[in-house]
Structures are given as C-alpha cells and as structure tokens.
C-alpha cells in the first residue's frame, strides 16, 4: 500500500516554486505527492520529475474545477474549456509518470442547485459525453482518471460512489457526442 499526501494541505495555488514539498512529504514517511493543479502555466514536468526523482516519491496529479472547467456545463464553450483543462493534466500527469488524474472532474465544484430530473439527467449526459472524450485522450497516454464523489455541499451531481459508478456507465455506453 502507498500513502500520499496533496499539496493542497500546504500551499494554493502549487507552482514550482513549491516542489520543496516533494521532499518534504517524503521526510513525513509518504510516498506520493499529489500535486493539484490550479493553474497549469504554474508547473513545469521537468522541475516535478526532478524534485520527485530527488525525493525518491511518485507524483499524482489532481485537478481543480471551478466554473471555468466544467464539463456539464449547458454552454458547449465552456465545456471545450473543461475538456482541454483535463487533457493539459494529462499531458502533465504523462510528462512526469503520474498513472492517474484525480478530481472531480464531471462538473464545477460549488455548484449546489436542485433542478428537476430532466435538467439533471442532461447534466449527467453533458459530463458523461465530455469526460468519454476525455478518457480516450488520457488512454492514448497510458494515464487513468479517478474520479472523486463529493458531498453535497461541494457538488450536485456525483455525490456517492453509486453516482460516480453510474457515470462511468454513462461514459462507456454512449456515442460520443460533440461536447
């Protein structure tokens, strides 16, 4: 078994700039750094391989999704920006052998609404057809995504791993539709 530890504990936003971390998680006894990335211009993979291979710990990249990064979102715009955010942590998490994105990727965190069962089912359709996108992309890269259920405080629409397991249903057996 490997324990990790997220930079989040420590410092927001993470930039290379903080890759004293590595070092330091592993002088906790870790063995992985989980690096979240809120703004991707903040990170280099050469400097996170670097530090990591320094500390002799793995890396595990974490994604953070705000408004901007939602890939249910009812505009297809700002789905395209959650999808191509996802794939530059893909790119990321290959660059420096992360086998995983983790997060909640299917939708912007801080969205809390009750909306009626139609609305909601499309929802679940956007986020379902925009992460199969997603997965075929991180695939071709040897990385997988874990996805997070949060409660509901944080999220409205996966919020127990029954949710998030239906969801991967959903991403497997629809036609990939234009996100």
């Known amino acids: 078994m490997r324990f990790g530890a997220s930079t989040f504990i ?3 936003p993470f930039g290379d700039d903080k890759l004293h971390l590595a070092q330091h998680v592993a002088n906790l006894g870790f063995d992985t750094l989980e690096i979240c990335i809120e703004d991707p211009a903040r990170v280099s993979a050469d400097a996170v391989r670097r530090a990591a291979g320094e500390a002799g710990v793995s890396i595990a ?3 953070a999704f705000g408004p901007d990064r939602d890939v249910s979102h009812e505009e297809p715009d700002r789905r395209r920006l959650g999808i191509d955010y996802l794939n530059s942590c893909i790119d990321l998490a290959a660059a420096v052998g992360a086998t995983n994105v983790i997060g909640p990727m299917y939708s912007a965190t801080g969205k809390t609404r009750l909306l009626p069962d139609d609305e909601r089912e499309q929802q679940r359709t956007w986020a379902a057809d ?3 996108a997603v997965a075929e992309y991180a695939a071709a890269r040897g990385v997988g995504l ?3 259920p949060l409660n509901r405080f944080e999220t409205d629409l996966v919020n127990t791993v029954e949710q998030g ?5 959903r991403m497997s057996r629809q036609r990939r539709a234009a996100p």
Do not use: H, K, N, T
């Not at 397991?165 to 249903?169: G, K, V, Y």
């Open 10 to 12: 420590w410092e927001s």
């Open 61 to 63: 990249i974490c994604g």
């Open 130 to 132: 925009s992460l199969r």
């Open 146 to 148: 874990a996805m997070e």
């Open 165 to 169: 397991l239906d969801l991967c249903e």
